[in-house]
């Protein structure tokens, strides 16, 4: 099932990409390595990778890199290792000996030796490793963690220095350090400022350094602090609104303490006190304990003491309220948004000002598309949005595909609504693409058929040479077969920064040619006018994945769409959680699918590319059954299990797009309409159409499972 890690998205691909353990020979390259590791000193030729959101699994080489022994590359490993376990002096030793050979990942260990003691490190050194490797991932990735130790040095002539020079730019703390610049150089930076420290997970110190700047300067207000406490309220991060607080003072910071540690006592206790934060704390208290019980958080609300908040506070906690209900499906939460809506409307004091975050607005939009009453729901639906940040509208298709349709659910008849509609219909036209779910949505809402792009001009013999000539390239996939994915994703990713669609195709199938599914897809994906198709979405073991699938009585291209989101085509995909193979199946579901059609199964057999598509594509048809028949309900239990669907369909009947876009889980909710729309893709691939439809394949609408159908199978793990 999908339960891969997501690696960090400013340094990696929005899709989880695990890692892979090789099989047959690459086994037995794989026990060289260790053993050259051992030999090394290490135990394990494997680390972790450092900087990412969640714990990623590395594994050993699928295949030697071409040039390079066994010994040599477990040197690459063997620093890696000691780099995570911060082992100074065994990186030096390293670091020598990988120069020394100059093997071609020798710049990623020189980055481990001075990236471990870049805190002592002074101008010249660094200046020294840019020399060095001019134009690489690593020149820049070290710039990066240069600049955010200028910032923390204050070294403000070297940051100014080295900063124009930082080409991916895409640090947010570092982009907090350039607007202090820009700010001390007498720039109006106020809206940038906001919208990087609201935006950052946890209160880091370029972000806090800028805002307290600014606030000092009194260019914000108590009010902005505020919005930023509530903002962390809201997403659960204590040590940023307590870092917020403290710019008010250490006794809000201690009052902010108190309202997380134990809201309801808060309430109880201190409630009723007239000081110049008790509005402002109170509303932190009722969106504390909307996090656990949205009703007890909107009673609050109704007490005679919320009556002193204005309606700018109010609004804010009954949008935050609302939206903890709207993720819980309760259907108070659109009545909840409405009043949210008209206190907000009927707002006044801009010193008080708290507008809603976009998660809010989104959640607003789910809860008016499955909750609200008939004769409100497109206008919700249109307020919500239209209220939303241009950087959140312009960022998901959703919005614009919804947007579009509350134009046109809003018009009255012809004559008079003609406008509303030509303007949801161009909206529509304006993002109809045959790639995205809602692009698609938005082709057939219109009336047309969707076409699959004509192949594009052959690669040239020259296209391929150059991309397998590339030095980032070369390293990235170098990495990729040593198990260091993360960091070979990395070197990767930033190589195909400003190629032209013929580059990023070669080194499209540079990858493919290669196997190195994931990455084929990534540079192909990126291709604006030149779309292959055969990259974009390949189908490897054809004959293997056919073959499981209708045998079991699966359509294929479901099974595809399937396993392009699940593992990218990574044969031995492995989750943190130890999802494994094609179809990304946990050990218990393995078991217990084994059991049920009868096949004689052990653990190491997870990874069988036949045994994990037996697996994976019967336990996909008893989920299908379960759900008569539902692409969509069965993909959302596939990655999230069988029991969250059955609580996400009861309620009102529901046109299957607006049920996916409610499911309460981001990531199920991402993967049930990608694997959908993949699947769309892959059903005109595979029967060789030039055109393809998508709502054929999301059925009928969604509710309450039908009294005549079978029984819910509660055995499906």
């Known amino acids: 099932m999908n339960t891969m890690a997501f690696p960090d998205p400013r340094r990696f691909d929005p899709t989880p990409f695990p890692s892979r353990r090789g099989n047959g020979l690459a086994r037995a390259l794989g026990s060289l390595l260790l053993a050259a590791a051992a030999m090394l000193g290490h135990a394990s030729a494997a680390a972790q990778a450092g900087g990412t959101a969640r714990p990623v699994l590395v594994s050993v080489p699928a295949r030697a890199p071409v040039g390079a022994s066994a010994a040599a590359d477990a040197v690459i490993v063997a620093a890696r290792e000691a780099h995570g376990k911060g082992d100074r002096a065994r990186l030096a030793s390293l670091r020598s000996s990988a120069l020394g050979a100059g093997h071609p990942l020798a710049p990623w260990v020189d980055y481990w030796e001075l990236n471990n003691r870049l805190y ?6 660094v200046d020294a490793f840019f020399a060095r490797w001019p134009g690489s991932y690593v020149e820049d990735r070290l710039r990066n963690d240069w600049l955010l130790e200028l910032g923390r040095r204050r070294d403000w002539a070297g940051f100014a220095r080295e900063h124009p020079k930082f080409r991916m730019n895409d640090d947010r703390e570092v982009t907090c350090y350039a607007l202090y610049l820009r700010h001390q150089a007498g720039e109006d930076v106020r809206a940038a400022a906001r919208e990087h420290w609201y935006a950052q997970r946890e209160a880091d110190e370029g972000c806090l350094w800028l805002a307290r700047t600014l606030f000092e300067a009194r260019q914000f207000g108590a009010a902005d602090v ?20 403290a710019l008010l003072g250490a006794d809000v910071a201690r009052a902010v303490d108190q309202v997380f540690d134990n809201p309801a006592r808060w309430l109880a206790h201190r409630a009723g006190g007239s000081g110049p934060h008790d509005r402002q704390l109170r509303v932190l208290a009722i969106l504390r304990v909307a996090a656990n019980d949205p009703d007890v958080a909107a009673t609050q609300l109704g007490q005679p003491g919320a009556k002193v908040l204005p309606p700018e506070l109010k609004s804010a906690a009954w949008a935050v309220v609302a939206k903890q209900a709207a993720m819980k499906l309760q259907p108070e939460s659109a009545t909840w948004f409405r009043r949210a809506f008209e206190l907000q409307r009927a707002a006044s004091d801009a010193r008080e000002s708290a507008p809603w975050s976009d998660d809010s607005l989104a959640w607003a939009v789910r809860a008016a598309l499955r909750l609200a009453r008939e004769d409100e729901r497109w206008s919700m639906v249109q307020d919500a949005i239209e209220a939303m940040t241009p950087a959140e509208r312009a960022k998901d298709p959703a919005w614009a595909y919804w947007h579009a349709r509350a134009l046109t659910g809003r018009a009255v008849a012809e004559p008079p609504g003609d406008a509303a509609r030509a303007a949801g219909r161009a909206a529509l036209q304006a993002m109809a693409s045959p790639f995205t779910f809602y692009g698609k949505l938005a082709l057939e809402d219109l009336g047309g058929r969707i076409s699959l792009p004509p192949s594009p001009p052959a690669l040239t013999a020259a296209d391929r040479e150059a991309a397998a000539a590339h030095p980032g390239l070369r390293r990235g996939l170098q990495m990729i077969a040593l198990g260091l994915r993360p960091e070979g994703v990395r070197e990767w990713n930033f190589s195909l920064i400003g190629m032209s669609d013929r580059e990023l195709r070669a080194a499209a199938q540079l990858a493919c040619d290669r196997e190195v599914w994931d990455r084929c897809i990534n540079a192909s994906d990126r291709t604006k006018s030149e779309v292959d198709l055969a990259q974009r979405f390949p189908t490897p073991f054809r004959q293997d994945v056919l073959s499981a699938a209708r045998q079991i009585g699966v359509d294929p291209a479901y099974v595809y769409g399937l396993i392009r989101q699940e593992s990218r085509f990574i044969m031995d995909a492995r989750s943190h959680v130890g999802a494994s193979g094609l179809m990304q199946l946990m050990p218990a579901t393995a078991r217990w699918t084994a059991r049920k059609i009868g096949l004689d199964f052990k653990p190491e057999m997870i990874t069988d590319r036949d045994v994990n598509l037996k697996l994976g594509t019967a336990y996909l048809k008893l989920v299908l059954d379960d759900f008569g028949g539902s692409a969509a309900m069965a993909a959302a239990a596939y990655n999230a299990g069988p029991s969250r669907p059955r609580r996400w369909r009861d309620g009102p009947l529901m046109e299957v797009a607006a049920w996916a876009e409610g499911i309460p ?28 439809a998508l709502k054929p394949r999301l059925g009928g609408p969604i509710g309450p499972r039908d009294s005549s159908a079978p029984t819910p199978n509660q055995e499906l793990p």
Do not use: H
């Not at 002592?120 to 050194?125: K, R």
């Not at 005109?684 to 393809?692: I, K, N, Q, V, W």
């Open 120 to 125: 002592q490190a002074g101008s010249a050194e």
């Open 226 to 245: 505020w919005q930023e406490v509530r903002l962390s309220a809201e997403f659960n991060r204590p040590r940023s609104a307590r870092a917020a607080a």
């Open 665 to 692: 889980f981001q990531e199920t909710r991402d993967y049930v309409k990608k694997v959908l729309s993949n699947a769309t893709i892959y059903a005109a691939l595979l029967e060789g159409a030039s055109t393809l």
